[in-house]
């Protein structure tokens, strides 16, 4: 009777819980970002709403959840760490209360998917992973066709200023774009859905990220590392013999890609590959550490955001002499940073407090270490190791692809590659465990 009830259960949990946790999913994948309410200087979002019914379900069932992200943990102890760094920045005078516990807490808000996803998979069993994978496929190809729109036709739309210049697809930017995209290729390549590859891989170059792009390269190198490191591993997942629907696909797309490749060559290759040739980090550093060294200091974030932000186009984009202007704000903005980071050893421990950096640092290992210091970082790298730790290959380079771009853009902060990243190692571990214990 026990075997019979939970049966009926994963039924039920498939025809109506699941279906509704999909949908939610994709619109955090895709869907448009609607503003509810403005809140201490930035909005409450659907998306917020959406994460936060995630979080109340992954609560009520916090007995079936717990035993599933054991080994996985870390988000709690960051969360921590940034709250006590807001507290110490409130008390000192470097941020304001309200924007600090928003920033603070943004990661774990991410970090519901996590659980979320684990328990959909563990009720739902192989009927939810194909769904998952479905939507996870419909994602990649929307992003990639909106940003084909964007980038090849110069369609205005999706919800990126950026949407006429680069490729930002169904993202707030061409860097999230990008990130995702990276992810997706070690991913859709580990599971031979070659056309899904492409599409990806599309997506990615249409971005123009440069980081991302190399990522990408790190990714795919670190994955095939591991499965060559591992005993009796492929570096493909055994497949059954390719549908014959999947064969035409794939045909038609390789046709397709080999009438096109004068205009992809033309508009897509070559610029992605002149925008990463144009990086010229050492004279956008001497550049931005020559302005950062004339510029006041700043006591709190107010003062640091008028300088940072408001007044950037007088004090660097009326003045770029690296020719990159990208990386020369990028590193005038570290500079500014390091400099206030480094003012007192308490500042180094515990940081400014989140928030004091604002809305972009391009760096999110720097955000780490002005937000909660050397402390944040030490948690932070705790918590890395958690995801890559017994981690299938694929997720290994995926992660890494991450990492890479992390350098230069605050992809730990971005929604939607966090969410993806947090979809794809619940993805692992769920198969993971599934190996150790096939009944399950």
């Known amino acids: 009777m026990k075997v019979k009830g939970t049966q009926i259960e994963a039924r039920s949990w498939l025809s109506a819980a699941s279906v509704l946790t999909l949908i939610g999913l994709l619109w955090l994948m895709a869907g448009p970002r609607v503003d509810v309410v403005a809140f201490a200087g930035s909005s409450v979002r659907v998306e917020d709403a959406l994460l936060a019914a995630a979080l109340v379900v992954v609560i009520a069932r916090w007995r079936v959840v717990r035993p599933l992200i054991t ?11 940034s709250l006590v760094a807001a507290g110490v920045g409130v008390a000192s005078g470097t941020v304001r209360l309200a924007p600090s516990i928003l920033y603070a807490i943004r990661p774990f808000e991410y970090w519901a998917v996590f659980p979320l996803v684990l328990l959909l998979l563990a009720r739902g069993g192989r009927a939810a992973e194909t769904a998952l994978l479905r939507v996870l496929a419909v994602a990649t190809v929307a992003h990639t066709l909106v940003a084909m729109a964007q980038f090849l036709f110069g369609f205005n739309i999706g919800f990126s200023a950026f949407s006429l210049e680069r490729g ?15 992810m997706l ?19 990615l170059l249409m971005s123009l990220s440069r980081v991302s792009i190399i990522g990408v390269i790190v990714g795919l190198a670190v994955m095939g590392l591991a499965y060559a490191l591992r005993r009796g591993s492929s570096p493909v997942v055994r497949r059954p013999s390719p549908r014959p629907e999947s064969v035409v696909a794939l045909t038609v797309a390789a046709v397709a890609v080999v ?47 008028a300088t940072a932000y408001d007044a950037i186009g007088d004090t660097v984009l009326d003045n770029v002499t690296s020719g990159d202007a990208s990386n020369e704000v990028r590193f005038y903005r570290w500079n500014l940073l390091l400099n206030e980071l480094t003012r007192s050893p308490e500042r180094l421990a515990l940081g400014l407090g989140p928030s004091f950096a604002g809305p972009s640092v391009d760096g999110a290992y720097l955000r780490i270490a002005v937000e909660s210091g050397l402390v944040g970082i030490g948690v932070w790298l705790f918590m890395f190791r958690g995801w890559v730790r017994r981690s299938p290959p694929w997720f290994v380079g995926a992660a890494a692809s991450l990492f890479v771009g992390a350098v230069f853009i605050d992809l730990f902060y971005a929604e939607r590659p966090m969410l993806f990243l947090w979809m794809l190692l619940a993805l692992a571990v769920h198969r993971s465990a599934n190996r150790k214990d096939p009944t399950r």
């Not at 080994?71 to 921590?80: L, S």
């Not at 290729?185 to 997506?203: D, N, P, Q």
């Not at 200091?297 to 003062?303: C, F, I, M, P």
Request: proline share 4%; charged share 15%.
């Open 71 to 81: 080994g996985r943990g870390g988000i709690g102890v960051v969360t921590c760490v």
């Open 168 to 182: 930002a697809g169904l993202t707030n930017g061409p860097y999230e774009l990008g990130a995702i995209m990276a």
């Open 259 to 305: 009438l096109a490749l004068p205009m992809i060559a033309s508009q897509l290759i070559v610029p992605a590959v002149d925008r990463t040739q144009s990086t010229s980090i050492s004279d956008s550093w001497s550049a931005g550490r020559q302005l950062a060294a004339i510029t006041p200091r700043s006591d709190n974030s107010d003062q640091y955001a």
């Open 185 to 203: 290729v070690c991913f859709w390549l580990s599971e031979r859905r070659l056309v899904l590859t492409m599409f990806a891989g599309a997506g």
